[in-house]
């Protein structure tokens, strides 16, 4: 079974403009939520999508959003880049939305100049 | 909010050597994960716990979970450089479920 995809790996965007990141979760699985992980804060909670439906979300500025498809592909969307959104995005995924076991996918690096 | 403590921040010992790594909270886990990143990677889930007391083992690395379930640690036997990586244990919140919350990680670096 393919593991969690992440488009693209790498990214370098400049202040005030917007980014969207894509994850394609393992199949079957249902559930997925992003992170971001940086050096000073580690791995913090951006959202969970699950059935089209966001179910939770972390304690991040609106500038931070995502959606799901109905075929469970989920995208992040940030918009008016700051220089501290420079981050590793991670996007996990589940089988259902109560699982414990959450898989990630490689990241996405993003930096902002 | 649950705040997960990992112990030590960061760990370098030589090949053949054996660690452990601690993962506490003053409040109870539902349940405890444990996984390994590598740089430029996501991290990959090693073993889950859920049970109070569980010892789970996956080769050389022998996963404890506290009786009182607010404690876990992972043993390293014989390390080896493929042990090399940042350690992390997470855990569902208690305040919504499905969301997890991840400790700072334990780095490990084994030399040969």
């Known amino acids: 079974k393919a593991g969690v995809t992440q488009t693209p790996r790498y990214l370098i965007k400049t202040r005030g403009q917007q980014v969207t990141l894509s994850c394609s979760p393992i199949?079957?699985?249902?559930?997925v939520s992003w992170y971001q992980q940086t050096p000073g804060q580690g791995l913090q909670f951006l959202f969970e999508?699950?059935?089209?439906?966001?179910?939770n979300k972390g304690n991040f500025p609106g500038r931070f959003s995502g959606r799901q498809f109905s075929n469970s592909r989920s995208e992040m969307n940030v918009s008016t880049l700051e220089l501290g959104d420079s981050a590793l995005y991670l996007c996990?995924?589940?089988?259902?939305?109560?699982?414990?076991?959450?898989?990630f996918g490689p990241g996405t690096r993003l930096t902002v100049t | 909010t649950q705040l997960l403590e990992q112990s030590p921040q960061f760990l370098s010992i030589q090949e053949g050597e054996n660690l452990t790594v601690y993962c506490n909270s003053s409040?109870?886990?539902?349940?405890l994960q444990w996984y390994r990143q590598e740089p430029g990677e996501g991290p990959v889930l090693l073993v889950t716990?859920?049970?109070?007391?569980e010892v789970k083992k996956l080769k050389r690395l022998t996963f404890q979970f506290g009786d009182a379930r607010k404690d876990s640690s992972l043993h390293i036997t014989a390390a080896q450089p493929g042990d090399t990586g940042l350690y992390l244990c997470?855990?569902?919140?208690?305040?919504?479920?499905?969301?997890?919350?991840f400790g700072a990680g334990t780095q490990v670096v084994v030399t040969p």
């Open positions: 999508y699950f059935s089209e439906t966001q179910r």
């Open positions: 199949s079957g699985h249902r559930s």
């Open positions: 716990v859920v049970t109070g007391g």
């Open positions: 996990a995924s589940k089988s259902t939305a109560s699982s414990y076991e959450q898989y």
């Open positions: 997470a855990s569902m919140t208690t305040d919504s479920w499905g969301k997890f919350q």
């Open positions: 409040s109870v886990f539902s349940s």
